[in-house]
């Protein structure tokens, strides 16, 4: 083997080690004040997870990172000279990210994804959030109830976490989810809706899920609980959900006018009128058209009378003020229909997810002798169920 060559003292300058890159030193004030506007949780959007535990394992620990929004280095991500130096410890600048969002944010230095201007409005919308949930008063505990089956060929699902953010935030987070959910998940049902036997069993498991597992979670609650109600089913199920409410029940029901669950904010929102014309006088058999989410065939046998949106369609619920509205105007048919003589009624609906679960709750036993619903199958109405 060739001889090992001896450093050399002089001559050629030895290679010096590279520099290591400090940090920005960050305040033990601005930390603080930074886990408490965030509430120990991951501010980038979507996220939200608490970085004082490990994921995994659930053990108490720090996972929780500062990311800079303008990097603390005008070579880092949307580093700017100057301003990089100056907002190194500034907490506008500063967002409490879990590992690995605070990798999305510095990902590939200058060439990130993430514009400076979209961590602010994550940051932002996170605090503001936080913020009001901090300063929430008359806040009420509320059930998530949930109920999916089957409608025709197409399998619902219902995220839990949808429905705690749409409570949330369709009350400005005075209605707070209860720690358990009761999901009545009936998506993957062994029968569809067009099978002659669907109603009879699909109605059978419906009370028992609801005896088995809702009416515990209300007595236990001390006989006053509050329910928030999200259904994705055939519309007569929607109805029973609600005939097995019932309205003493205090009850928010949610839909599906965009995302998520959530109520349409928008100020200039389409607000919804109805109309119904019932005579003096009706035969004690009655078939009532409920034309909402669309104009709903009239069907043949026995006298007719209809409660309709002057303008029908799919997305006319898109408010809670316009379900109880819709409530409002609904029971003062139902009380035109009791006072005109009729005392049993065929519902036939076109009604959205809401409004099937309201009717139900407010056709109560006790004012009329029997409730049937059916449903239309092209060409013609088919029964369904009778409401108890």
Partial sequence: MPARKAPSSGGAKSKAPARTVERAYIPTSIRRDLWIAAAGRCEFRGCCKPVDRDFLTKAKCTVGEYAHIIADSPA?????????????ADPSNLMLACFDCHARIDRDGRSNEFTAEQLRAMKREHEVRIE????ATGVVESTPLIMSFPVGAHVPVVEVRDIHYAMLTNSNFKLFPTSTAVHIDQSNFHLQDNDPDFWRNAQRALTQQY?????????????????????FAPIPMLMKLGALVGDKTLAAVLDLPGERWLWDARDDCPEPSYIFDVPKTLPREVSAVVSLSGRAQHPVGRAVVEFAAV???RGIIRKEAHLQQFRTSFNAFLQHLFAAGARVVHIHPATPLSASI???????????EEVHVWEWQAPEWRPALRLK
């Fill in 132 to 135: 009001h949930i901090y300063s």
């Fill in 76 to 88: 880092g991500a949307r580093g700017v000279p100057g301003e990089s130096e100056r907002l190194a």
């Fill in 311 to 313: 303008t029908p369609g």
């Fill in 211 to 231: 005896e088995q597992r809702v009416l515990p979670a209300l007595t236990t609650r001390g006989g006053a609980g509050h329910l928030t109600i999200a259904g």
């Fill in 358 to 368: 309201e009717i139900g709750r407010l056709l109560l036993p006790k004012t009329f």
